[in-house]
């Protein structure tokens, strides 16, 4: 492609969307999402996307721009990442990618597996027949049927634990057995300078439970309140973002607004914490920077490396 890329990750509320926007200021650039819930249009404050002053300052690409009632995807991500990618190389713009995604990141410098899409009708049931079941219900579900899927997934996660269900369902087989051939990357890991922000821990966990707070103050109840209305597919990736689910059964009357603070703010540092992990097995290629000085620290980065390129791989 020819397009120059930045690459920074980071566990939620490292500072990272901060930092892009700086570098997106001087070098100049466009800020391109790598966040799997800053997709979805419905939920600026709930999953800090960046507000519209930041998008103003900078070009944003791939924020908001996915409605909450679909099930967005890593493969779909890549589509609009591809698309994304050249629009940025016509306009002659460093393209920044940023974001918590780690899964995101590898799609794009590794390949994703080539695993067939699950047919709308098999999809729609699947997720019916799975609504008045626990994830743990699920995943011993699971267990009994693909013992070798079960076994690389958490049973807090139903998510993808329904969709290795569904995958048996409309295949036969078993999820981890399409995980060998990957499509071709579209990034080149050894051209792409990449970050990954890594704040000490309980500096970490301090501005995650500040900022949700915050965002409890500055308008989330409400936009959680306006997707409630929509009545959606709990199932949803967008109904299960950070928060929202716990902020749900306050408006239900199930949780105090103190419970529901108290639930997504640990809901998140144990996010973070897998998000750490992730980096650290998944992601070889990042440079961690732990100071707090990232944009004076990733300048020097760049200034000793050459002009990063993408490719194919």
């Not at 070098?27 to 998008?55: C, F, K």
């Not at 019916?128 to 899927?149: G, I, N, S, V, Y």
């Not at 949780?255 to 997504?264: D, G, H, K, N, V």
Request: charged share 25%; with cysteine.
């Amino acid at each position: 492609m020819g397009a120059r890329a930045i690459l920074i990750a980071g566990p939620t509320a490292s500072g990272k969307s901060a930092l892009a926007l700086a570098l997106a200021r001087r070098l100049p650039g466009a800020v391109v999402n790598a966040d799997s819930m800053q997709v979805y249009r419905d939920l600026r404050i709930i999953t800090a996307r960046p507000t519209v002053e930041e998008e103003a300052a900078a070009p944003h690409l791939l924020f908001g721009h996915v409605d909450a009632a679909t099930n967005y995807s890593v493969g779909r991500w890549l589509d609009d990442l591809s698309r994304t990618l050249r629009e940025v190389e016509a306009r002659r713009l460093t393209p920044i990618l940023v974001g918590g995604t780690g899964m995101y990141f590898k799609a794009a410098l590794y390949g994703l597996s080539d695993i067939p899409a699950v047919p709308d009708d098999v999809r729609v049931a699947m997720r019916a027949w799975a609504q008045d079941k626990t994830p743990q219900q699920l995943h011993a579900e699971l267990a009994a049927r693909d013992a070798d899927t079960a076994a690389l997934l958490r049973d807090t996660d139903p998510q993808r634990v329904l969709r290795a269900l569904e995958v048996l369902k409309a295949t036969g087989k078993p999820l981890v057995s399409f995980q060998g051939p990957r499509s071709p990357p579209l990034l080149n890991a050894s051209d792409c300078p990449a970050f990954f922000l890594a704040p000490e821990r309980q500096t970490l966990y301090a501005r995650i439970d500040a900022r949700f707070e915050q965002m409890a103050q500055i308008g989330a109840i409400d936009e959680v309140a306006a997707l409630k209305t929509r009545a959606l597919d709990p199932a949803l990736p967008a109904m299960r973002a950070h928060g929202v689910p716990h902020l749900i059964a306050y408006l239900d009357g199930k949780l105090t607004l103190e419970e529901a603070i108290l639930r997504s703010q640990l809901d998140t540092r144990r996010y973070a914490k897998r998000q750490f992990t992730f980096a650290r097995h998944q992601l070889p290629s990042f440079e961690w920077i732990a100071g707090d000085t990232p944009l004076r620290d990733v300048e020097v980065a760049l200034s000793s490396c050459a002009r990063p390129t993408s490719g194919t791989g």
